[in-house]
């Protein structure tokens, strides 16, 4: 089975033969440190060049599957994620693999990496099921979100 490409040509808006395109798609992201997105992210973005730059803007919508960090729960979290950026197409993953402009092969904007990098920079160190998590008790390992032990240690 091929797979499928997730690359948007920007030629015709860096020739100025276009001012803006509009990308709605899904887009699978891979599993990061235990993080799953099951289902595929919805993207939706409007792409301008403006002042010699591509101007990115819009919202990428997922659903995040993992593990508490305190209580060991599955959580399921739903993320909305903004974009806004401003890319140089006279630079890209060529001249610099980890610069801001990785996203950029030629006139070819990679809506895969771009949505996979968003994502994951607003994923936090550690998932919670919620700010005020209890977690788990050290002694005797209950969920103390869901009910209280009798331990002696006071946790």
């Not at 919202?59 to 806004?84: F, K, N, P, W, Y």
């Not at 693999?97 to 990679?110: A, H, I, K, S």
């Not at 005020?132 to 008790?137: E, I, M, P, Q, T």
């Amino acid at each position: 089975m091929k797979s499928r490409s997730y690359k948007v040509d920007i030629s015709g808006l860096i020739a100025g033969g276009r001012q803006t395109l509009l990308v709605d798609d899904v887009v699978p992201i891979e599993t990061f440190e235990g993080i799953e997105f099951p289902q595929a992210a919805r993207v939706h973005l409007e792409l301008r060049y403006v002042d010699r730059l591509l101007h990115i803007e819009g919202r990428v919508d997922v659903e995040a599957h993992g593990e508490c960090d305190s209580c060991l729960e599955h959580i399921v979290r739903t993320m909305s994620v903004g974009i806004d950026e401003r890319l140089d197409p006279g630079t890209g993953r060529d001249d610099d693999p980890f610069g801001e402009n990785n996203v950029l092969t030629g006139d070819r904007l990679d809506i895969a990496d771009l949505t996979q990098q968003t994502v994951l920079s607003e994923i936090p160190m550690g998932l919670r099921c919620s700010d005020d998590c209890a977690g788990l008790c050290v002694t005797c390992g209950i969920n103390r979100n869901a009910s209280t032990c009798s331990c002696s240690n006071g946790d």
